[in-house]
C-alpha cells in the first residue's frame, strides 16, 4: 500500500523553548572599565558606539541619558553598547574622562 505524508507512530518528539539566557556580567566600577570606540555609518548617518559597559540597564541607561542631554543627540543602548547619533567621539572622550572613565 502507498502511503503520502510521514508516519510519526511510535515516535516521541518534544520541543523544548529555547531560553534566552541573559549574560550575567559581575558588575565592576567605572574605573575599571576599559571602554572601546566604534563608528559606523547606517543609512548613511553617523553612529557612534562606546562599550562595553558591564553593569544592570539602569545604570547604562541613566549614562546613556546623561550623554544624550550634554551632547544633544539621540542614542540607544543596545546590549553592553551605548549608540549616540552622529559622531561624537572625541566630545564623549571629554565627557566621561571628567567623569571617571577609562579608554583603551
Keep these: 500500500m502507498f502511503q503520502m505524508g510521514a ?15 541573559k549574560k550575567s556580567f559581575d558588575k565592576i566600577s567605572k574605573n ?18 562606546v562599550g562595553r559597559f558591564y553593569m544592570n540597564d539602569k545604570e547604562k541607561k541613566s549614562i ?8 544633544a543627540c539621540g542614542g540607544a543602548v543596545k546590549e553592553e553598547w551605548l549608540e549616540l547619533q552622529g559622531n561624537v567621539k572625541d566630545k564623549v572622550i571629554d565627557i566621561l574622562k571628567k567623569d571617571g572613565w577609562k579608554f583603551k
Design 7 to 21: 508516519s510519526l507512530e511510535g515516535q516521541s518528539f518534544e520541543s523544548k523553548k529555547l531560553k534566552n539566557p
Design 32 to 49: 575599571e572599565h576599559q571602554l572601546v570606540f566604534t563608528f559606523e555609518k547606517r543609512k548613511g548617518k553617523p553612529v557612534t558606539l
Design 64 to 71: 546613556l541619558k546623561f550623554l544624550k542631554t550634554k551632547l
